[in-house]
């Protein structure tokens, strides 16, 4: 089941195009990373998805809803946790938890139960009678997702959950992140981070300028950029022009006497060179195999600022 | 629950947490809600009063300088009450809570009402408190009872209209300092209104901008409720105005609001 669906997403801010023709679909029950530099659109498709601005053009459907004829509805089942905490810095940490209980409509006794469920749960509940402004940047960020699940909601939007948090509070928010998923929520996120996105999201979509350049799984992705190769190691010169010959288009390094093989990172790939090395009787002193990490495809993707590493499509 | 009870009962949430603000930091809210009005009672009275008394001749009616500007100083408050709900208001929207109330399931316009009602309440409580010290200083009003809930009736009416804009200035204001800005625009119209002197005193164009802004009815009718200076159309004249400024404030905060949303 799709939970979150868009057509040709398109909107400008006066002369600037900010999404040019976004189209997703992010099953439920999974995470879906959207990656992008600062200024891709990333914090745009959240504002557009979570009805806080209308789009230009184009068709969106999350939880089942149209975006653009029922927007309550969307609200109702959606859960949005931003950047930049919003929690209520005057009130305390359960006030906040309270405040979200009774706009949610539940009960009194209903409220408090679960406002002292989500403290526990998020480590909170030293700090419930505290306000945010005593709290440190992770339990701030841990208040503000408290907040948003107070509701129930079946999609919830991350909008660069672990910026700005140190390493130990990242992992945190990470493992929060997971279990979420695991109850069957469904969750899309934004972040700058490829390992971010590697570590969490089950297909990632690379925002650019406005457009979806790439989109797939983590591994997909690796596998779709050029730079992955096979490199093999031999023991003197003789044995490395006897490879370079029977190989054909390889880089070929005399001083280290290494051969690199352009390869897809597929086993398949690995196999047919070892098995004419093999069937030459070729001697290698050792292979190792290189696959490309995401910051690869990052920067080949995204190439039109960052040529330096020589790799564009 | 019906579409409107939900609008009622998330106002109501709305306008506790904006009580609960307050009560937060009490000393602040009172400082904040008191202190321009104390000053310019003092600085009316003890400082200029005497010339300024003087001058304008009236003392005639037997009433001292301080029974002529305190209904300016009460509408002063209510100016002043404004300014803070325009930065509170900032505040909040610079905060990212409103634009989290806004991908909630909510009724849209009790973000606004809640903090109309929260404003309305804690200007009508530093009213009373500002009144008490007016009369601690010597304000002797004349009114009987009808007349006192007449004349709080026509400052709620004004506080009223005055908040609303003031939530159109919080919504605009860019910062919070900005909020505080466009709000002067209501300070400034408090001076040149009968707050202090008789726009009969004044001169020219200011004279005649005095005579027909909508500060000078309101003053005016406070003025004859409280004290038994002859009304006239000034009654008639600020209510509508109240509810002239009431209605375009009201619908330029939600145009603001809604501006830019899905719906």
Same mark, same amino acid.
């Given at each position: ?32 990373? !959207? ?66 209980? %009774? ?9 408090? !139960? ?14 419930? @009678? ?9 339990? @701030? ?77 983590? %591994? ?36 280290? !006497? ?5 390869? %897809?990172?597929?086993? @398949? ?45 | ?7 009622? $009962?998330?106002?109501?949430?709305? =306008?506790?947490?904006?009580? $609960? ?8 809210? =009172?400082?904040?809600? #008191? ?79 809640? /903090? ?5 309440? $804690? ?38 209209? #005055? ?5 159109? &200035? ?20 408090? &001076? ?16 005649? &901008?005095?005579?027909? /802004? ?11 409720? #409280? ?37």
């Amino acid at each position: 089941m799709i939970m979150i669906e868009t057509r040709g997403l398109r909107k400008s801010f006066g002369d600037h195009v900010v999404l040019d023709g976004i189209d997703l679909n992010v099953a439920a029950g999974t995470i879906f990373a !959207l990656l992008g530099p600062n200024g891709a659109g990333k914090t745009t498709i959240v504002q557009i998805l979570s009805t806080l601005i209308g789009a230009d053009a184009g068709q969106a459907r999350v939880a089942g809803h149209n975006l653009a004829h029922e927007p309550d509805a969307v609200r109702a089942a959606i859960g949005v946790t931003g950047q930049f905490s919003a929690v209520d810095n005057l009130l305390t940490g359960e006030e906040n938890l309270l405040l979200m209980a %009774d706009l949610h409509h539940l009960g009194r006794s209903e409220g408090k !139960l679960r406002a002292a469920a989500l403290l526990d749960r998020f480590d909170l509940a030293g700090a419930a @009678r505290k306000t945010p402004a005593t709290y440190s940047g992770g339990m @701030r960020r841990r208040l503000d997702l408290a907040m948003t699940l107070v509701g129930d909601p079946r999609v919830i939007f991350l909008d660069e959950p672990t910026t700005g948090l140190d390493p130990r509070s990242r992992h945190t928010m990470w493992q929060i992140i997971r279990d979420l998923v695991a109850s069957g929520v469904t969750i899309l996120l934004t972040t700058q981070y490829l390992d971010e996105a590697d570590e969490l999201a089950d297909r990632i979509a690379v925002l650019d300028q406005g457009k979806l350049v790439a989109q797939g799984t983590p %591994d997909e992705l690796k596998r779709r950029i050029p730079g992955g190769h096979i490199r093999l190691q031999f023991a003197d010169t003789s044995g490395l022009e006897a490879a370079a010959r029977t190989l054909g288009e390889v880089v070929r390094d005399d001083n280290e !006497l290494t051969l690199q093989i352009p390869t %897809d990172g597929s086993v @398949r790939s690995l196999r047919a060179v070892l098995d004419r090395l093999d069937h030459e009787a070729l001697a290698v002193n050792g292979v190792s195999v290189h696959t490309p990490d995401l910051d690869d495809v990052f920067f080949a993707i995204t190439s039109h600022i960052d040529t330096q590493k020589g790799n564009g499509r | 629950m019906s579409t409107l009870s939900f609008a009622l $009962r998330d106002s109501a949430t709305m =306008l506790r947490r904006d009580v $609960r603000h307050s009560l937060r930091n009490l000393p602040m809210t =009172l400082i904040s809600g #008191l202190l321009v009005p104390i000053i310019m009672l003092v600085l009316f009275v003890y400082v200029f009063g005497g010339a300024i008394g003087a001058g304008q001749g009236l003392m005639a009616h037997g009433g001292a300088y301080i029974d002529y500007i305190a209904p300016g100083i009460i509408i002063m408050t209510v100016i002043s009450g404004g300014a803070t709900t325009a930065i509170n208001l900032c505040m909040d929207m610079s905060e990212g809570i409103i634009a989290r109330f806004r991908t909630m399931a909510i009724s849209r316009a009790s973000v606004l009402t809640g /903090q109309v009602l929260g404003s309305l309440i $804690r200007t009508m409580i530093t009213i009373v408190l500002v009144i008490g010290v007016a009369l601690l200083m010597g304000f002797r009003p004349s009114a009987g009872p009808v007349a006192w809930i007449a004349a709080l009736g026509i400052i709620a009416l004004f506080a009223f209209a #005055l908040t609303w804009m003031s939530v159109v &200035f919080g919504l605009v204001g860019k910062t919070p300092a900005g909020a505080n800005s466009l709000s002067l625009i209501f300070q400034l119209l408090s &001076f040149t209104s009968s707050a202090f002197v008789r726009p009969d005193s004044m001169s020219g164009v200011v004279r005649w &901008f005095a005579s027909y /802004q909508p500060f000078t009815p309101v003053i005016d009718t406070l003025r004859g409720l #409280l004290l038994g200076t002859p009304i006239g159309n000034s009654a008639v004249l600020a209510v509508a105005w109240c509810a002239g400024l009431t209605l375009i404030g009201y619908l330029w905060a939600r145009a603001v609001y809604n501006r830019n949303s899905a719906r």
